[in-house]
């Protein structure tokens, strides 16, 4: 066979994965359109629902629940950021359908089981960590932020007048209002996907239970960061989020740990390492058991 013809035989199969690539892109593109369609039809109860942590906030402090545009296309564009981003929920089971059926032929049948739940967990966590911020962590901020707020006073001034301070009454913007509840949403679910992200690099010998165990002081500062970017300037919301991801950290930890030891059983009974060995074939001392 002429370097032509090994040339052609190799360029083959490429082409054939950028088209079925291009199909599982064109049929997710298709879902996340239609997704983003169905929303947009029902972008009003979407954006109630989304309002009511600031509702319910606004009659704690007996104050009527609105938000204003500021701009005349503001309305359209907060219509236009819901349906992207209640398409993208919509579309996601069928775009991890996509991901599955294009990853999944050039998997071992152990890594296909491998990587499935891995596949599931991650929706799953991130909307456990969309909802704490939507339960827990909007109503803490809006409590916080609209607490600065004022009324009319009126004070005695010099012989006997009475002068009036300028109130500060809350009059939000509706686009500004769905970027903010939009980031603490995304952030905390991502933030949720921790665990996922250090198991599954576990899993393929990326990180360690020891070493994330000797990370944990430049874990800590990173987390820090993120509980003063991801959060509103107040102490609580921020110490919560704080305890809620290192939680998370240390979770992780016992995840990978086990992994390792499934890991180390099977190469044990492969009789790739002995007893007494760790997963690198190294000497396991008497206390590290």
Not at 69 to 90: M, P, R
Not at 97 to 119: D, H, S
């Amino acid at each position: 066979m002429s370097a032509a013809d090994e040339l052609n035989d190799s360029a083959a199969p490429l082409i054939e994965h950028l088209t079925e690539l291009r199909d599982r892109l064109i049929r997710s593109l298709v879902a996340f359109i239609i997704g983003m369609i169905i929303c947009f039809t029902v972008w009003n109860p979407i954006f109630d629902f989304l309002t009511r942590p600031l509702c319910r906030a606004l009659e704690l402090d007996g104050q009527d629940c609105g938000l204003i545009f500021i701009a005349l296309e503001e309305g359209f564009f907060v219509a236009i950021q819901i349906s992207l981003l209640g398409g993208l929920v919509l579309a996601f089971p069928v775009i991890s359908y996509q991901l599955w059926r294009f990853v999944a032929p050039g998997l071992y049948k152990t890594e296909k089981g491998a990587f499935l739940p891995f596949l599931v967990a991650s929706p799953f966590m991130f909307f456990l960590g969309a909802s704490f911020a939507y339960f827990v962590i909007t109503p803490l901020a809006f409590d916080f932020f609209l607490g600065f707020q004022q009324g009319n006073t009126l004070t005695d001034g010099p012989e006997g007048a009475t002068t009036q301070a300028a109130g500060l009454l809350f009059q939000g913007s509706a686009k500004a209002y769905l970027n903010l509840t939009i980031k603490f949403i995304v952030a905390f679910g991502l933030c949720f996907q921790l665990p996922v992200l250090l198991t599954l690099m576990g899993k393929a010998g990326l990180v360690s239970a020891v070493g994330l165990r000797n990370t944990r002081k430049y874990a800590v500062v990173g987390i820090l960061l993120v509980a003063a970017l991801a959060t509103p300037p107040d102490v609580v919301s921020q110490v919560i989020l704080f305890v809620v991801v290192y939680g998370l950290y240390e979770v992780s930890i016992q995840l990978v740990a086990r992994v390792e030891r499934q890991r180390l059983a099977k190469l044990r009974a492969e009789g790739v390492v002995g007893e007494n060995e760790d997963l690198d074939g190294n000497p396991i001392d008497d206390d590290a058991k």
